[in-house]
């Protein structure tokens, strides 16, 4: 079993409209200029290609195709060997191998897990994995089964 989900990748409606509304900005714009028979100054050619550039972006992050791949990933993965989670395209990737873990304990989008020395692993889901808590938590469940560890919900949250 293996749950791999990319966090950037995010097909959006509203995106895709607000891009689309600026490209139809720009065509209003420029065909008023031509009607009232103005040149294009240089404020307007700057506002066209910033607004341009903008709607066409937000096209293609409306449609899935992320902006921010460019600079790194942002991911979940989680496997028979490992749990694995980069929340952000500049945070550091949080890795547990199921072999160190002794204990997991889960409050919804957070889970905490023991490792063999008794230190303390939190692993935080919040706003970006909120769409797979479920599955992420049905598949630690499976998982954790077959490696002999029991999910416990925790009813208050430990002082670290």
Do not use: C, H
Not at 17 to 44: H, N, Q, R
Not at 80 to 100: A, H, L, P
Not at 103 to 121: A, R, V, W
């Amino acid at each position: 079993m293996k749950f791999e989900k990319d966090l950037l990748v995010q097909k959006s409606v509203t995106k895709t409209i607000i891009g689309i509304l600026a490209l139809v900005l720009i065509l209003i714009w420029m065909g008023i200029k031509i009607y009232i028979e103005e040149g294009f100054e240089t404020f307007d050619r700057i506002y066209f290609a910033v607004l341009f550039l903008l709607g066409i972006l937000f096209i293609l992050e409306g449609r899935g195709i992320p902006f921010a791949k460019i600079f790194g990933k942002a991911f979940i993965i989680i496997d028979e060997e490992r749990i694995s989670m980069k929340r952000g395209v500049f945070q550091k990737e949080q890795t547990i191998y199921w072999n160190e873990i002794k204990q997991i304990e889960y409050k919804p989008n957070y889970f905490l897990f023991t490792k063999q020395n008794d230190s303390l692993f939190p692993f935080k889901l919040r706003q970006l994995a909120f769409r797979f808590n479920r599955e992420i938590l049905d598949l630690i469940k499976v998982i954790s089964k077959e490696k002999g560890l029991e999910v416990e919900r925790l009813n208050e949250f430990r002082k670290q």
